[in-house]
């Protein structure tokens, strides 16, 4: 077989069914997709979430992750926001002519790692190969399904005043790991992105209380974007305590560095919920219990003041807005 | 606004936003949608169909469709063929940097012209946007779920010996449409694609037969790759008469000029079907009943002789046997 991945890899005759065989399936084989239909098929009950998102992360590798962990958690994570267990996911890869396929190989095998370690299959597939030139390297889609169980209704409308605001550790890991990877900058080598499925962290809020108003993974945009987000589809205001936001010392030197505000940097294994105040209590511990959560802490809470607003209180006692990003902080970080 | 779409457009913050709300969303708005949450949520029972394609056609527009009415088609035909009944498709967009607003509205009112059409919503999307140069103008991924009626079992490994082969209309119009469009060949102006959705037509074959073995829509390799895949799928042997294979004389003329056949030739708007003998000629009738099948024939029949292969009786007489495509015909076809 050649080194790299020709055109005639996307044809789908001879070469393409030759790449899907030895290359992509194996890594990935189960049932459902063994199949090897138009459509996979099984059976659902109840409430469904589905969700999409394309990943063109740039580079593909980058400390702590590469485009397929982003992948599988990505979606995951977006499943996992409304409560729901993930079960299925759908892989189409948009491959330039010319990448290697040990690197495809790589990214198959992060898939399957991620998958075996959030407990979901890939149902069904696609490959298209463009080109030379039309596309760098490797663009991925996962779009994914999830079971909502009956009694669960969160939402981004959901927000009350009163409510608390809970993150789960610290912020801007991924944005600042891609960055150093890309720019070659050595001042934030040991920055590892968070990239993480945070379905088993869910789950065990759910195991504490069935009433939790909104979740949220604050990943373009970072945190600041992603509570603006909440402010407005709930029509509430949100403050924060800058106090309460953690912020590891390699990603707060590299944005010190860079100009930039952590709470703008994107993450991709961090929530956000927002619950009831009697409730925070046991919804932190619960998150804590889980190993991408040690750091969860309160940062703010819900407020019927500057409705469709974010403030934060800053540690020197003052009080600004936090606006959502505007303009283009890192183009192809996810 | 600006009139290209820029890298900020896609950095998840306000621009993103902005692009949502007054270039997307209002095109494919829905109630499910419209709650612009992580995930859509709905109801569903019983066994889904779940399926994903990636489009990356060149030219963005062309004779017959675009990518907008490709994108939705192509996912709509890839459940029709387990006889599911498309629910919900996913959006998910890559831009290039510098592509024209105007160009994406296009696309965006051709995506809600083919849902409307095959009565399916878009529940869930994503939007990136990669620096000019890392993607060739626009990407589109969709995803699909849809109903499975208990009582079907339609696969790709169903077929037997003894059953026909239906073949819904002329072949190759696709490839060829796209093609004149890309290398501006003025022979085959005529020529427009067949891209359409096909699950009306599947509903009515399931009206009249509730026991068909294999659906298949011929795309990328043409007929003859998709006769093949049955073929291995099954283990049977296939037996195809090229006199009653429609071809339309714009293909045919196409074809010969450039020294293509017209079996391996891209379709968008075709199904085969492997049915039991005696139920092919009603349903034959109820794919001739449908818009999209008017030229509907049985094109041959399966064979417990040459198991994995196809072969075919030529208008010579001769038989000869047609194997999958090898090599790359067309690339970016789909």
Redesign the interface.
């Given at each position: 077989m050649n080194k790299t991945v020709?055109?005639?890899h996307?044809?789908?005759?001879?070469?393409?069914?030759e790449l899907i065989e030895k290359v992509l399936a194996p890594a990935i084989a189960n049932p459902v997709l063994d199949?090897?239909?138009?459509?996979?098929?099984?059976?659902?009950?109840?409430?469904?979430?589905?969700?999409?998102?394309?990943?063109?992360v740039?580079p593909l590798f980058f400390p702590g992750g590469d485009i397929g962990r982003l992948a599988v958690c990505g979606t995951i994570?977006?499943?996992s926001?409304?409560g729901?267990r993930p079960l299925?996911l759908?892989?189409?890869?948009?491959i330039e002519e010319g990448l290697a396929l040990d690197d495809l190989k790589k990214v198959m095998l992060s898939i399957r790692e991620a998958a075996d370690e959030a407990g979901v299959r890939i149902?069904?597939?696609?490959t298209?190969?463009?080109?030379k030139?039309?596309?760098?390297k490797l663009?991925i889609?996962t779009?994914?399904?999830?079971a909502?169980p009956a009694d669960i209704e969160i939402?981004?409308?959901n927000a009350r005043p009163g409510d608390k605001v809970i993150l789960s550790g610290p912020i801007g890991n991924h944005g600042i790991a891609v960055m150093s990877s890309r720019e070659g900058l050595q001042f934030s080598s040991s920055v590892q992105s968070d990239c993480a499925p945070l379905n088993s962290m869910v789950a065990r809020m759910l195991e504490v209380s069935r009433t939790i108003r909104c979740?949220?993974?604050p990943?373009?945009?970072g945190l600041a974007?992603t509570l603006n987000?909440l402010a407005l589809?709930s029509n509430v205001g949100i403050v924060i305590n800058e106090d309460t936001i953690p912020v590891d010392d390699g990603v707060r030197g590299a944005c010190e560095m860079l100009g930039f505000d952590p709470l703008?940097v994107?993450n991709e294994g961090k929530l956000i919920a927002i619950v009831d105040p009697d409730e925070s209590g046991i919804i932190v511990d619960a998150i804590k219990k889980d190993k991408y959560g040690q750091d969860a802490a309160v940062i703010g809470e819900v407020t019927g003041d500057h409705r469709t607003r974010v403030a934060m209180k800053t540690t020197i006692g003052a009080t600004r807005i936090v606006?959502?990003?505007?303009?283009?902080?890192l183009?192809?970080i996810c």
């Amino acid at each position: 077989m050649n080194k790299t991945v020709l055109l005639a890899h996307g044809s789908g005759g001879r070469l393409s069914h030759e790449l899907i065989e030895k290359v992509l399936a194996p890594a990935i084989a189960n049932p459902v997709l063994d199949k090897m239909d138009d459509s996979a098929v099984f059976e659902v009950e109840g409430k469904l979430a589905f969700t999409t998102d394309s990943y063109v992360v740039n580079p593909l590798f980058f400390p702590g992750g590469d485009i397929g962990r982003l992948a599988v958690c990505g979606t995951i994570n977006d499943l996992s926001m409304m409560g729901a267990r993930p079960l299925y996911l759908s892989l189409s890869l948009i491959i330039e002519e010319g990448l290697a396929l040990d690197d495809l190989k790589k990214v198959m095998l992060s898939i399957r790692e991620a998958a075996d370690e959030a407990g979901v299959r890939i149902a069904t597939g696609d490959t298209k190969v463009v080109n030379k030139g039309s596309a760098d390297k490797l663009f991925i889609n996962t779009s994914g399904v999830g079971a909502v169980p009956a009694d669960i209704e969160i939402s981004g409308a959901n927000a009350r005043p009163g409510d608390k605001v809970i993150l789960s550790g610290p912020i801007g890991n991924h944005g600042i790991a891609v960055m150093s990877s890309r720019e070659g900058l050595q001042f934030s080598s040991s920055v590892q992105s968070d990239c993480a499925p945070l379905n088993s962290m869910v789950a065990r809020m759910l195991e504490v209380s069935r009433t939790i108003r909104c979740l949220r993974d604050p990943t373009r945009g970072g945190l600041a974007t992603t509570l603006n987000e909440l402010a407005l589809q709930s029509n509430v205001g949100i403050v924060i305590n800058e106090d309460t936001i953690p912020v590891d010392d390699g990603v707060r030197g590299a944005c010190e560095m860079l100009g930039f505000d952590p709470l703008y940097v994107a993450n991709e294994g961090k929530l956000i919920a927002i619950v009831d105040p009697d409730e925070s209590g046991i919804i932190v511990d619960a998150i804590k219990k889980d190993k991408y959560g040690q750091d969860a802490a309160v940062i703010g809470e819900v407020t019927g003041d500057h409705r469709t607003r974010v403030a934060m209180k800053t540690t020197i006692g003052a009080t600004r807005i936090v606006d959502m990003l505007t303009g283009e902080l890192l183009p192809r970080i996810c």
